[in-house]
């Protein structure tokens, strides 16, 4: 294979010998499956070849241009397949302008990130976009440049290796289903150049995008009905699933594939360690289906994974598919993402604080949360996007819940409508006939903090941080990767100045995307605020997840013989149980260990980890109003 690769080779054993015999061996193992995957996919394509002859070549540029110390670690990371998967591991994400201003002042926050105990370091979309409405960022108008107000490549990997010395991975979006209307492509294809047109999905009339429409979902139906936007300009339609300056990307032509596969290498070549596939579910269009979860976009998956495979071997891929739950696992394989957020651990676990009753919650963690091996599930409460209540319908019926009225209520009761509701949310693409929405607004605020400080309230302030305590417990130890929204540990509350921006005023979201504020940091030590006793309460979670090794298994086992109000389940090891009950209700509940039978096999005596104190298995409990307890018992040895 070597002598195949005469030039690459004599230019690369300058370097070193070992990671050329690494990468050739990467070539032999990858380069077969890849050949296969594509040939699939474009078998029908003239261009096909050709086109792949430059994707092989790409691959090994790429490579070659991979910085020593990214070879490093994908050396040391090849021999730990789960090495994500610690209970070290706990994530963080902000906006780079909003949280620090640049790349460079970010550095400065990593002694913060330290403290608070991260491993894991998301950033919102730094790359070029359009000024004005960008959609966060998420319409890239460059991926070789970072917007000039945050700063350039060089600070990127400048960070990447400055987070990488203090133990933080690096986490970055791929938005890889469209470009912006900004893009050089796009402004190629606005001036008639046919290769830049085939780029995107471009029609003289509306024949064929009405045969499309005819099966497809709006995403946002106040901008514009349907998924097409006309441009006067070009007298064309283009395929716009989300916002009109967003031109879906045409992946039945094969020079876009490899096109954005070189643009996702040089972004991993920056020192990027994860990238979260934005929008995965709508890559793949085809007539006649929905073109959301196409099996042909999880071969594009599977091609896009095995490209990175030979040339960055250690990126790993975050699928966000924000879809029905049978959809979402779908994307989640080693061959796939190797991560996933986990949508609907959020959206159940905010069902079951408006609800006050676990039983949703319960059925759909007990049956789906289980993923293959090494893989593992992004738990998160909150993000830059909206909550929508992708739980399943049928799941939804089978505990006795209409869905649609549910999520009606849902929707009422998070943006304050419901009478007693203690949220202060806003609704995001709400639709005045049906009352279909989906919900703005920050967790603090959400959870009832900013309703509380209002009303100078000290118990209902009290009930509040006990949610937020809830749901951060849930998300640090039922397995997986934890995500925090930077800014939600402090207790920011909703930031309404967003309607005061033009280009933000139309959109809810802006309203939980918080500039970082130095007073309520400076505040986080303090015992008596509301920020010192939510900060105070994260840390000492993010604690107990860090020092037991417990946390790091896959295994989980939703417990019976709870009260509805409670949310228990199970985690073990060979040597070790631990069992953590979260109360979502406002009472005081009554339980025995022994009646979940998660310690059966387990001695008498159990640990209670965020109090620290000891207790029997057989004590009758009293779980405190929104409190969130984890249990931790040794495993009798074999005849005891």
């Keep these: 294979m070597a002598a195949a690769f005469p030039q690459a080779r004599k230019r690369f054993v300058k370097q070193n010998e070992r990671y050329w015999r690494e990468f050739v061996e990467r070539i032999q193992t990858y380069l077969p499956p890849l050949a296969i995957k594509y040939f699939e996919i474009y078998h029908d394509c003239a261009e096909a070849y050709p086109i792949f002859r430059t994707l092989v070549s790409s691959l090994i540029d790429s490579w070659m241009e991979r910085p020593e110390t990214l070879k490093k670690r994908d050396h040391a990371r090849e021999k730990s397949a789960d090495w994500f998967r610690s209970n070290e591991m706990v994530g963080g994400v902000c906006y780079v302008d909003l949280y620090a201003g640049t790349l460079k002042q970010l550095i400065k926050r990593i002694p913060y990130f330290k403290e608070l105990g991260l491993t894991y370091l998301h950033l919102m979309p730094i790359f070029r976009c359009p000024a004005g409405e960008n959609d966060g960022g998420y319409a890239i108008s460059s991926y070789r440049e970072v917007d000039p107000r945050l700063g350039s490549t060089r600070d990127v990997a400048k960070l990447a290796e400055a987070l990488a010395d203090a133990g933080i991975i690096l986490v970055m979006d791929f938005v890889f289903n469209h470009t912006s209307d900004e893009h050089e492509w796009a402004l190629k294809a606005r001036a008639g150049d046919q290769r830049y047109a085939n780029y995107y999905w471009i029609f003289e009339d509306r024949t064929i995008p009405d045969q499309f429409e005819a099966t497809l979902r709006e995403i946002f139906p106040d ?144 049956t789906r949360f289980a993923l293959p091996e090494h893989t593992a599930w992004v738990n998160y409460t909150r993000c830059h996007d909206d909550i929508g209540w992708t739980f399943s319908d049928e799941d939804a019926w089978s505990v006795g819940i209409d869905p649609q009225g549910h999520r009606a209520f849902l929707n009422q009761f998070y943006t304050g409508r419901f009478p007693g509701s203690f949220a202060s949310g806003l609704p995001f693409q709400e639709n005045p006939k049906t009352g279909d929405c989906r919900i703005s607004g920050m967790m603090a605020s959400l959870c009832g903090v900013e309703k509380a400080i209002g009303a100078q309230d000290e118990r209902e302030l009290s009930l509040a941080i006990g949610r937020m305590t809830v749901l951060f417990g849930v998300a640090l130890t039922i397995g997986g990767i934890p995500l925090l929204y930077l800014g939600d540990e402090l207790g920011l509350t909703n930031d309404y100045g967003y309607r005061d921006d033009p280009a933000h005023a139309e959109d809810s979201r802006w309203v939980h995307r918080h500039a970082f504020d130095k007073e309520v940091f400076a505040d986080r030590r303090s015992s008596k605020t509301a920020t010192g006793r939510i900060y105070r309460a994260v840390r000492r979670l993010i604690e107990i997840r860090k020092s037991e090794a417990i946390f790091r298994e896959r295994s989980m086992t939703v417990l019976n013989g709870t009260s509805r109000y409670l949310f228990a389940y199970a985690k073990e090891s060979d040597e070790s149980v631990v069992v953590c009950v979260a109360n979502f209700s406002e009472h005081l509940i009554p339980l025995r260990l022994a009646d979940t039978h998660g310690f059966d096999g387990c001695a008498e005596r159990v640990r209670e980890l965020v109090e620290e104190r000891t207790l029997s298995v057989g004590d009758l409990l009293s779980i405190d109003p929104y409190a969130f307890k984890i249990y931790l018992g040794t495993k009798c040895a074999a005849g005891e």
């Excluded at 876009?256 to 995965?280: P, T, Y």
């Excluded at 594009?300 to 040339?311: C, D, M, V, Y």
């Excluded at 609800?355 to 949703?360: E, P, Q, S, V, Y």
């Design 223 to 366: 901008e514009h009905p349907g998924a097409f936007t006309y441009f006067p300009e070009m007298g064309r339609w283009v395929w716009t699933t989300f916002h009109s300056y967003q031109w879906d990307l045409n992946y039945q032509n094969p020079e876009v594939f490899v096109r954005m596969m070189e643009e996702m290498l040089s972004i991993a070549n920056l020192g990027v360690d994860v990238l979260r596939l934005d929008a995965v579910a709508f890559i793949w269009k085809e007539m006649g289906t929905t073109c959301e979860t196409r099996p042909t976009a999880m071969k594009l998956i599977e091609a896009f994974n095995l490209t990175a495979r030979i040339s960055a071997p250690s990126l790993l891929f975050k699928s966000e598919a924000i879809v029905h739950p049978d959809q979402v696992v779908q994307f989640i394989s080693p061959e796939r993402c190797q991560l996933s957020y986990n949508p609907l651990l959020m959206a159940l676990s905010w069902e079951a604080l408006a609800t006050r009753d676990t039983k949703l919650l319960a059925l759909s963690m007990a």
